[in-house]
């Protein structure tokens, strides 16, 4: 979709099959997304979904929170009253180094970014770039 450009509209179908993965899965994923202001679903004949943005303006963090909630590289740094230990532990302060890491990471690094980086544009039927060869 980031590489389609916010005027490409999006079936669930053709989103599936581009990410490789059922229809149902994707339906639940868009609905997230949808839900966290990222995409827009349009109703109809003519319907799906396509971003409600700039691509550029959507961090690949919030796109991650969006459909797996906060993302956390282990249960301690979520909060103290996880663990009895997460006062006196040794590793705890490396943990909380790495996860903020993690996310200033992927907050950094936009959807646009991404699709920039992953070459041509999407080979969905439909789409603006639909069969030609993945050259963009």
Known sequence: ????????????????????????????????????????????????????????????????????GPVAINRCVIGLDVCERSESCPLRPTWLRVQEELESGLQAASLAQIAAASGAGCDCPGSTNAGDGGDG
Do not use: W, Y
Request: charged share 25%; hydrophobic share 55%; aromatic share 4%.
């Open 1 to 68: 979709m980031a590489r389609n450009g916010a005027d490409v509209i999006f079936t669930a179908d053709e989103l599936a099959v581009a990410a490789a993965t059922t229809v149902d899965f994707m339906h639940k994923i868009m609905r997230a997304l949808r839900d966290a202001g990222i995409v827009e679903a349009k109703r109809g004949p003519s319907g799906g979904f396509r971003l409600a943005r700039d691509a550029a303006e959507i961090s690949l963090l919030e796109a991650v929170q969006a459909v797996q």
